[in-house]
């Protein structure tokens, strides 16, 4: 089962995509192609039967209405032999259906993890080998411009997890970040950083915050961080996780048809925000980059 560290920077990509490309750019020296937006495209890499695909995320940068670079987005925890077989082929597959240049980028909580990542994977073919990019705590950005916090918040919200115990500018910054982000997510992301951060950094952040204790503020922290009985936080901690998910998805089916011009009646909307089977928005993600009147996700 995914866990907490696993789903909250895919969720960031989710609501932020055109944060990808200024990774690609100032983590990875990546030569990002001009572009005129970054959207989400459908992680569901499924190319034939038996074998099915998916990856944790993926952006499709466009000039215009020319896909220009796909992004593979990867979060990876621990060492898993199987993604040097089902990283290639995320990429051919993704490079086949959009039929535009194809990247993987795998996010990685700390550098032992990230150097394994990075480890070349020979696929057989003479010349054929995958250099995954992978993104570590040691490459990720570091925000300690308000302005650049208040730009790109959800960079400032990885970078502040990143080198938050370590530079308390960057804590400065997503102070800054936070006062610019929507009212759903900013709870969320406080959460996130706080419970990433060492005891001195935290009490920083906190004093930033102006508060004396600091009290869990959203609805997936408080049910496995704050105070309750131990058995009853690993049933929490499986609510929360879902319920954040399916939030960052019904977002991303928003955003996708908002940036494709669809009317969103109240209706669809309420059908879309309330619905908790996460296959079913995830196909929602699908249709929506397809379909020419936002009522026709539900055909």
């Given amino acids: ?130 250099r995954p990019l992978v993104i570590g705590p040691d490459d990720t950005p570091v925000i300690t411009d308000p302005g650049q916090a208040r730009e790109l918040p959800e960079l400032a919200v990885l970078s502040a997890y990143a080198h938050g115990d370590t530079d308390p500018g960057v804590l400065k910054a997503l102070v800054e970040a936070l006062d610019s982000t929507g009212g759903r997510n900013r709870p969320f992301y406080y959460d996130y950083v706080l419970a990433g951060l060492n005891e001195a950094a935290r009490q920083e952040l906190e004093g930033l915050m102006s508060v004396e204790t600091y009290e869990w503020q959203s609805d997936f922290a408080r049910k496995y961080v704050g105070i309750g009985r131990e058995e009853g936080r690993e049933e929490g901690r499986e609510e929360g996780r879902e319920e954040g998910l399916e939030k960052g998805i019904a977002g991303s089916v928003l955003r996708i048809l908002t940036k494709r011009g669809r009317t969103i009646s109240d209706e669809v909307r309420t059908r879309i925000e309330s619905c908790n089977d996460i296959d079913t928005l995830n196909s929602w993600v699908d249709k929506a980059l397809d379909v020419d009147r936002a009522e026709d996700l539900f055909d």
Avoid at 21 to 47: D, K, M
Avoid at 48 to 69: F, H, I, M, T
Avoid at 76 to 91: C, G, I, M, V
Wanted: proline share 10%; charged share 25%; with cysteine.
């Fill in 1 to 130: 089962m995914p866990s907490r560290s696993h789903e909250i920077p895919l969720r960031i990509v989710q609501n932020r995509p055109e944060m990808v490309p200024v990774l690609l750019r100032e983590a990875l020296g990546y030569p990002v192609p001009e572009h005129t937006e970054a959207v989400l495209t459908s992680s569901v890499l499924t190319n034939c039967d038996p074998k099915e695909w998916n990856s944790d995320g993926a952006v499709l940068l466009r000039d215009g209405d020319r896909p220009v670079l796909a992004v593979v987005v990867e979060r990876q925890n621990d060492r898993d032999t199987e993604k040097h077989f089902s990283w290639p082929a995320y990429l051919a597959t993704l490079y086949g259906r959009l039929e535009c240049p194809a990247v993987l980028v795998v996010l990685c909580p700390d550098q032992t993890i990230a150097r394994w990542c990075a480890r070349p994977i020979e696929i057989g073919h003479p010349g054929f080998t995958l």
